[in-house]
C-alpha cells in the first residue's frame, strides 16, 4: 500500500502514523541491538526514521517523548562518540615468572640510582580480566565515563557507566578533579545467570564474562546495560587536581573511603620474595574468588618515585603485570601455511584440529620461522628452542600471556611414519616473486614489494589498524573486500571512497551488508580522519623497523610533516655514503685479516664521506641521533620515503590530509623547552635514564650525538669525543650541578 506523502497528511493521521513509527522503530532497535538478530534492512530502518523526521518537521507540535529522533542507540553505526583521555591510559608490561620480577626490580634500582640495600617497596594486586573504565569527577560529580580504547583516545560510555551499581555518581571529599580508573568485570555466578538468561530467549550467549562485560558496557541503549550485572573495582587514577595520598597503597585506601569497590587481596609487599609470595597466594585462591583474574600486578608503592620513574612510550615504568602460567593442550598439527605480511616477511603458521586453551577454541598457532620449524639453522646448527616440526605431529599448544597461541612441544613417539621433514618456500605463495633471506636475518621475505597482493593487503589493514588511522567501520574484513573489487589499492584510496562510490553507477550503499546509512557513516568516519595525529600517520605507513615508539619519536623531534620530509630527503644522500662507508669498511676488514692490514680502514671510511654535502651529513646525524632511533631505523626510514613509486604514495595520501604538528610537552616554563640536549659521561646524581626522561618531561629533545643544533651537552666524569666536539662546535657545557641548576632540581 502506497504511503500517503507527507506534505498531504492531516494532524490525526500524522499522529498515528508517529505512534506506528516509534513502536516499530523501537523494535528494530531491540532486534538489532540486544538481540543481534535485526529484523529489516538498513535501508528500510534509514527510510522510516527518515519518515518519522520528515513528519516531524511538518508537525513538530505532534513530536513524542519517546520519539526515535531522541532515542540512545537508534543509529547502531554511529557508536559512541570519542573521548581524549587527559592522561594516557596505558597498558602494562608483562612478566612470567620469577627471573622477570627480579630484572624489574634490578631495572628500576637502576634507573634510580638505587642499592640493593636500599627499601624499595612494592603493592600487589589480582590483574581483574575486565575492561578498563576511566571515570571523571568534578567536583564530587560523575560527567564522564570512557573505555580505554588505544590509550589516547576511548569510547564515551557515560549512560552506561551510571547503571553499574559499584559505581558512585556523587563523592563526598574528593578533590576538584579527580579521575578514577579501574576495571569493569562479571562475576562467575552473574555470568552463568546472563548466558541461561539470553539462551532462554533464543538470543546469543557469550564466551565468557570478559567478552560478557565487555559487550554489555558497549551497549548503545544503557537500559541494556542496565539489565546486566557488571560490578567495578578500582585501582589508579588519572587527572587529579590535589593528590590523593603520598604511597599506592594510601591512595587505594583513600578511594575506598571515597565509596568505590577496591581489591580486598590488595597488598604491601617489601621486596620482590614478598612479591612473590603474594602471587603464590593469589594463585591459591584463583578458582574461588568468583570472577576471573589473569595475574597480579605489581606497583611501587612511594608516589614520588612514580613520578621520578615515569613512562615508557606505552607502558609505565613502575608497573608490571605478572601473569599466571600459561594453560596447555594437546592436538593434531594438521597443516603449516604461509601467511605474506606487509613487509613481505613470510610466517609460518600451524593450523590445528581445534582444541579448547585457557577457555578459547584454538585453531592456529604461530610457529615463528623457517629455523625454528626445522630445529636448526641455515648452517645446519641447532638453535635454541627450535624443534623439528612436522605435519601431522601431535603438539602441545599453550597461550602466551593468555594471548598468543604457539606450540610449546612436540610428541615423536606419535609422529606418523610418513612425516617428512617441512620444506619451508624459496618463492612467495601470492605473487611468485623470490622469497629472500638476507644474511644475520632469521626472516625471508617476498621480494615482489608493490606487485605482490599480500604486502598491499596487510599494508593496507595495518593502515587502518587501532594504533594507525583506526576508521570507525573500516577494519580487516572490509579492507580486503575493497582491494579484491579493486575499489583501494593505496591507501589515498581510502580517502577517495566518498567522491568515487557515493553516487554513479557503482555505489557502497547498494553492496550487500551496505545500506545508505551505514555507507554515510564509514564516508564519515573517513572525512574525521583526514585530520590526523603526526605520530599515528608515520606508524600508519608501515615502514620496516618504524613502529609505534619510533613513529612518535619522530613526531616529537620534528613536530611537523614537512619538517620530517625535509629532513629525510636531506638525509638521503648521507644515507647513501653511510652504507658505502660501511661496505668498504667491511671489505677492508677481509682485507686486513687476510694480509695483516689494518691501518687504512679509518681512512677507507673517510674517504667514502668524501664528496658528501655537509647539509647531507648534518641531517643523518640529526636523525641517528634521535634518541630511540638509530641506524637501522633511519635507513628503512629514508629508504622508504625516496623510493620513486613508494614516495609518490605517500604523497597522494598526505595531499588529502590534515597531519597535525605534534604536541610539544607542557614547558611550564621550563628553561629548556624546545632545546636540544646532550648527555655524555657519567652522571653521579640520576641515572642516564632519568635524566632523559626529566629533560623530555621539561619539553627538552635527548640527542645520542652533538652537531651544531645541539643547545647543551651535559658532559659528566669521563666525557670524552662528545665534549671535545662540543668545544669546537663552541656549545653550551655544563656539568651535573649546571644542569640540575638550570632545571631546578
Not at 618515585?305 to 606505552?314: D, I, M, V
Not at 605431529?393 to 600471556?401: F, H, I, K, S
Not at 620530517?564 to 652504507?579: F, G, I, K, S, T
Not at 636523525?623 to 631505523?633: E, N, P, S
Request: aromatic letters at 6%.
Amino acid at each position: 500500500m502506497a504511503e500517503t506523502p507527507v506534505d498531504e497528511l492531516d494532524e490525526a493521521a500524522a499522529r498515528s502514523e508517529l505512534e506506528a513509527l516509534a513502536e516499530r522503530l523501537a523494535e528494530a532497535n531491540a532486534a538489532y541491538h540486544r538481540d543481534d538478530a535485526p529484523t529489516i534492512t538498513d535501508a528500510e530502518y534509514d527510510r522510516l526514521k527518515q519518515r518519522n523526521a520528515a513528519i516531524e518537521a511538518r508537525f513538530p507540535q505532534l513530536k513524542r517523548s519517546d520519539s526515535p529522533s531522541d532515542q540512545v542507540g537508534a543509529a547502531p553505526a554511529e557508536g559512541f562518540s570519542k573521548v581524549r583521555h587527559a592522561v594516557r591510559m596505558m597498558s602494562l608490561a608483562n612478566a612470567f615468572d620469577a627471573q622477570d620480577i627480579a630484572d624489574f626490580d634490578r631495572g628500576l634500582r637502576r634507573y634510580l640510582g638505587l642499592k640493593d640495600s636500599d627499601a624499595l617497596t612494592y603493592t600487589a594486586e589480582p590483574k581483574i580480566d575486565g575492561l578498563s573504565l576511566s571515570l571523571r569527577y568534578e567536583d564530587g560529580v560523575l560527567v564522564q565515563a570512557a573505555t580505554r580504547g588505544d590509550g589516547t583516545e576511548g569510547e564515551n560510555v557515560t549512560a552506561n557507566a551510571r547503571t553499574i551499581d559499584d559505581i558512585p555518581e556523587r563523592l563526598k571529599g574528593a578533590p576538584e578533579l579527580l579521575e578514577v580508573r579501574g576495571e569493569v568485570y562479571m562475576s562467575h555466578a552473574d555470568f552463568a545467570d546472563l548466558n541461561e538468561r539470553q539462551a532462554a530467549k533464543g538470543a546469543k550467549t557469550f564466551a565468557n564474562p570478559r567478552n560478557a562485560a565487555a559487550g554489555s558496557l558497549r551497549q548503545l541503549d544503557s537500559a541494556i546495560t542496565r539489565d546486566r550485572p557488571l560490578r567495578f573495582f578500582a585501582y589508579s587514577w588519572g587527572a587529579l587536581s590535589a593528590p590523593l595520598a603520598e604511597t599506592q597503597m594510601q591512595a587505594i585506601a583513600r578511594l575506598a573511603e571515597l565509596g568505590f569497590q577496591t581489591n580486598p587481596l590488595t597488598a604491601r609487599c617489601a621486596d620482590p620474595d614478598a612479591m612473590l609470595a603474594h602471587y603464590a597466594r593469589i594463585e591459591e585462591q584463583r578458582a574461588t574468588l568468583g570472577y576471573d583474574i589473569d595475574g597480579v600486578v605489581y606497583k611501587v608503592d612511594d608516589l614520588s618515585l612514580q613520578e621520578r620513574l615515569g613512562f615508557r612510550s606505552t607502558t609505565p615504568r613502575w608497573a608490571i603485570a605478572h601473569k599466571f602460567p600459561a594453560e596447555l593442550a594437546w592436538t593434531r598439527l594438521e597443516a603449516i601455511d604461509i601467511q605474506v605480511g606487509r613487509t613481505g616477511a613470510l610466517s609460518p603458521v600451524a593450523r590445528l584440529t581445534p582444541v579448547t586453551v585457557g577457555g578459547v577454541v584454538v585453531s592456529n598457532a604461530t610457529l615463528h620461522n623457517e629455523d625454528y620449524i626445522a630445529g636448526r639453522d641455515s648452517s645446519g646448527a641447532p638453535i635454541r628452542d627450535g624443534k623439528d616440526i612436522r605435519e601431522g605431529d601431535w603438539v602441545q599448544v599453550y597461550r602466551a600471556g593468555d594471548v598468543i597461541p604457539k606450540l610449546a612441544d612436540v610428541d615423536l613417539s606419535k609422529r606418523p611414519d610418513d612425516a617428512v621433514p617441512y620444506a619451508f618456500p624459496q618463492t612467495c605463495p601470492e605473487c611468485g616473486s623470490d622469497a629472500i633471506r638476507e644474511e644475520g636475518d632469521a626472516v625471508r621475505r617476498c621480494s615482489g614489494g608493490l606487485i605482490c597482493p599480500a604486502q598491499a593487503v596487510e599494508k593496507l589493514k595495518h593502515f587502518v589498524s587501532r594504533a594507525a588511522f583506526d576508521i570507525e567501520g573500516l577494519g580487516a574484513k572490509q579492507v580486503e573486500q575493497f582491494y579484491l573489487d579493486g575499489w583501494i589499492r593505496e591507501p589515498a584510496d581510502i580517502f577517495r571512497l566518498r567522491e568515487q562510490y557515493s553516487e554513479g553507477l557503482q555505489q557502497l550503499k547498494n553492496r550487500e551488508g551496505w545500506g545508505e546509512k551505514s555507507a554515510a557513516n564509514l564516508f564519515n568516519a573517513i572525512d574525521e580522519r583526514r585530520e590526523i595525529a603526526l605520530g599515528r600517520l608515520i606508524f600508519a605507513l608501515g615502514i620496516r623497523h618504524v613502529g609505534e615508539v619510533a613513529s612518535n619519536d619522530l613526531a616529537r623531534h620534528y613536530l611537523r610533516w614537512q619538517a620530517l620530509v625535509d629532513a629525510v630527503d636531506a638525509a638521503q644522500p648521507a644515507m647513501e655514503a653511510h652504507r658505502r662507508a660501511d661496505a668498504a669498511e667491511a671489505e677492508e676488514r677481509r682485507k686486513a685479516e687476510a694480509e695483516g692490514r689494518r691501518a687504512r680502514i679509518k681512512e677507507t671510511r673517510e674517504a667514502a664521506w668524501a664528496d658528501t654535502p655537509s647539509e647531507a651529513r648534518a641531517a643523518w646525524d640529526e636523525l641517528v641521533g634521535i634518541d630511540g632511533i638509530g641506524t637501522v631505523a633511519a635507513e628503512a626510514l629514508v629508504t622508504a620515503m625516496t623510493q620513486e613509486a613508494e614516495r609518490a604514495s605517500i604523497d597522494r595520501l598526505v595531499a588529502l590530509l590534515d597531519p597535525q604538528e605534534a604536541e610539544r610537552p607542557a614547558d611550564d616554563g621550563s628553561p629548556v623547552a624546545g632545546k636540544t640536549v646532550v648527555f655524555t659521561g657519567s652522571l653521579e646524581k640520576m641515572t642516564r635514564a632519568e635524566a632523559k626522561a626529566r629533560a623530555e618531561s621539561l619539553g627538552a629533545k635527548v640527542s645520542g650525538s652533538v652537531s651544531k643544533k645541539t643547545d647543551i651537552v651535559v658532559a659528566g666524569p669521563g666525557a670524552g669525543s662528545k665534549e671535545k666536539k662540543a668545544q669546537e662546535l663552541g656549545l653550551t657545557i655544563l656539568d651535573e650541578d649546571g644542569w640540575l641548576e638550570l632545571i631546578g632540581g
